[in-house]
C-alpha cells in the first residue's frame, strides 16, 4: 500500500517520548551545565610541615578507607596498634589521633571530599572529630 | 558447551579486554571515558525513539483480547475491572501493575505429566521473584548511581543509600541492591542453561545482556570492594560528561573504563535488542487498549470504507453475458 504512514495516537507517544527524554535528562537539566569540580582538600599547617600522608597520594585516595578498616581489625582484634607505611615510619593506628592530628580540619578536608561523593560514614557515632578539645 | 552462550560470553571478554588494553596500555582514556560514553547515550536516545515511532506507525485495527477475564457486557454479568479492564482508567491500572510487579509472570506455570496420563499445572514463581529482584536492583543501582551525576546530591538519593547500605557490612559498606543484582542475572542465566526448554529457546541474544550486565554489576562491585578505584576522580569523569565540561581526571582506574565502556555497549545495543521491551511494554496492544469491542464499534484504519461488490451490482455488470451464456438471471 502506498499510503503515507501516519503515527496513530500520536499525542500519547509523543506524550511517552518527551516523558523518557525528559526523566534521561534529569542529570544535564539537574547541573544546568555547571562544571562541578571535586572541593579543594584544604591541608592543616600541620599537614603541610609533614608534607605528605602516611602513604602515597594517589594511594590515600583510593584506599583510606580500605586503611582504616585494616587499622580497626589490627586494633580491636589483634590489640596491635604500630602501622608501618610503606616508606617506613611508623603511625599509632587510630582514626581520632593520627588521621585526624595532622588533618584536624574534618569539616574541611575529610567532610567535603565526602559529601561530593555523597559518602557518610557512620564511625562518627563512637569516633571523637576533635582531638584537640579531647586532650 | 553450548555455541549460544559461548558466543555471547566471549563477546563480553572481548569488550572487556578492549577497555582494559585501550586504557591500560594505548592510554585512551579521552575515548573510553568521554566519546563512547557521549556517542552510546545519543545512539540510545536516538534508536530508542526511532523504534516506538516504527511501533506507533502500525495501525492496531481490533482490539487484541489476550485477557484474564470476563469482558465488561451485560450490567448483570460480573466483568474482571483489572484483568480485562474496559476503560481508560482500568486500563492505566493494569499497565502500571504490570510494569511495577509483573503480574503476567505471575501467572506462569509448568505443565507436568504423571502417569494416567495425566497433565497438571503447577504454579511457577521462581522466573517471576528473579525477574522482580533483577529489575527492581536495577532500578536501584541507577538510581543510586545518580550520585556520581548530580551536585549536590539530592536528598533521595541519600535516603536510598541509607536503606540500600542499612547492613553497614565492611567499609565501603556493602550494598544490598548491588548484590541482588549480581545474584539475580546469575539466576536469570542459570534457568536458560539448565531448564531443557528454555534452554532450547534460548539464543546468543538472549545471553548477551546477561552477560554484559553480569560484567557491569562485577567490575562494579570489584572497584567499590577490590580493586579500589578513585571514586572522587570518577564523579568529576561523570560530572563533566553531564555538565557538557568533560574532563579526564588522571588515575581513576582502569577497572572504571572498563565498568563505563560496557554501560556504553549496553545502552547502544538497547534499541536493537530485545531490551526495548523497556519501551514495548507500554506499546504492547494485549496491554494498552481497552477490552471494549461489546461497547465500542471499531473500524479498520487502512481499508475503511470496505469496498464491497454485492450480487445485485455483479448482475448489473455482467448481465448482458450472462443472458446469453443462458444463465439465470434476477432481472431480465
Ligand atoms: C547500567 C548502568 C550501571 C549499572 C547497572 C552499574 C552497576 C554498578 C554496581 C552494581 C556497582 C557496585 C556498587 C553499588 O552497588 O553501587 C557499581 C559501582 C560503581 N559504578 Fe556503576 N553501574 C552503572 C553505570 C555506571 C556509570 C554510567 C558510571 C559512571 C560514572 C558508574 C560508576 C561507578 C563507580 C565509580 C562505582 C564504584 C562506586 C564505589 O566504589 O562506591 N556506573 N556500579
Known amino acids: 500500500m502506498s499510503e503515507e504512514k501516519k503515527i496513530y495516537d500520536k499525542g500519547k507517544v509523543l506524550t511517552g517520548l518527551i516523558l523518557f527524554v525528559v526523566i534521561l535528562a534529569f542529570p544535564f537539566l539537574y547541573n544546568s551545565g555547571k562544571a562541578a569540580p571535586a572541593p579543594d582538600r584544604i591541608l592543616t599547617e600541620k599537614a603541610k610541615a609533614a608534607k605528605e600522608c602516611i602513604e602515597p597520594k594517589a594511594f590515600m585516595k583510593s584506599e583510606h578507607m580500605q586503611i582504616l578498616n585494616d587499622w580497626r581489625g589490627s586494633v580491636v582484634r589483634d590489640g596491635k596498634r604500630i602501622y608501618v607505611s610503606s616508606s617506613d615510619k611508623e603511625f599509632d593506628m587510630s582514626l581520632s589521633n593520627t588521621c585526624l592530628d595532622c588533618h584536624s580540619n574534618k569539616a574541611d578536608f575529610c567532610d567535603k571530599c565526602h559529601n561530593y561523593a555523597s559518602v557518610n560514614p557512620y564511625c562518627w557515632d563512637c569516633h571523637i572529630d576533635k582531638p584537640k578539645e579531647n586532650k | ?332
Open chain 2, 1 to 332: 558447551m553450548n555455541v549460544k552462550y559461548m558466543f555471547s560470553l566471549i563477546a563480553v571478554i572481548v569488550l572487556f579486554l578492549l577497555a582494559y588494553v585501550g586504557v591500560e596500555a594505548a592510554g585512551l582514556q579521552i575515548l573510553f571515558g568521554i566519546v563512547i560514553p557521549y556517542v552510546a547515550l545519543l545512539v540510545f536516545v536516538i534508536g530508542f525513539i526511532n523504534r516506538v515511532i516504527g511501533w506507533a506507525r502500525s495501525p492496531v485495527p481490533f482490539r487484541i483480547p489476550s485477557t484474564c477475564g470476563q469482558q465488561k457486557s451485560l450490567p448483570w454479568i460480573k466483568s474482571e475491572e483489572l484483568d480485562n479492564p474496559h476503560t481508560t482508567m482500568g486500563v492505566i491500572a493494569r499497565m502500571f501493575l504490570e510494569i511495577v510487579f509483573f503480574r503476567s509472570l505471575f501467572r506462569n506455570t509448568k505443565a507436568t505429566l504423571s502417569d494416567g496420563p495425566k497433565i497438571s499445572f503447577n504454579l511457577e514463581k521462581w522466573l517471576w521473584l528473579g525477574a522482580l529482584a533483577f529489575h527492581w536492583s536495577f532500578l536501584t543501582v541507577i538510581v543510586r548511581h545518580l550520585r556520581f551525576f548530580a551536585e549536590p546530591v539530592p536528598f533521595w538519593v541519600q535516603l536510598l543509600e541509607k536503606v540500600d547500605g542499612f547492613f553497614q557490612i565492611g567499609v565501603p559498606g556493602i550494598f544490598i541492591s548491588g548484590i541482588v543484582l549480581l545474584a539475580a542475572v546469575f539466576y536469570l542465566f542459570l534457568r536458560r542453561v539448565i531448564i531443557p526448554q528454555v534452554n532450547y529457546i534460548s539464543l546468543s541474544q538472549d545471553f548477551f545482556p546477561l552477560f554484559l550486565i553480569f560484567g557491569i554489576a562485577f567490575s562494579g562491585i570489584l572497584m567499590r570492594h577490590f580493586a579500589k578505584v578513585d571514586v572522587t576522580g570518577a564523579k568529576e569523569l561523570a560530572m563533566g560528561l553531564v555538565s557538557f565540561h568533560p574532563i579526564i581526571p588522571p588515575g581513576i582506574g582502569v577497572i572504571f573504563y572498563v565498568h563505563i565502556f560496557f554501560v556504553s555497549v549496553l545502552l547502544a545495543y538497547f534499541p536493537f535488542s530485545k531490551l526495548m521491551h523497556l519501551g514495548g511494554i507500554f506499546m504492547s496492544p494485549t496491554r494498552n487498549l481497552p477490552g471494549n469491542t461489546r461497547a465500542v464499534r471499531h473500524i479498520n484504519p487502512w481499508n475503511y470504507p470496505v469496498h464491497t461488490h454485492t450480487y445485485e451490482e455483479y448482475e448489473e455488470e455482467f448481465r448482458g453475458k450472462m443472458i446469453e451464456a443462458g444463465l439465470p438471471v434476477e432481472k431480465e
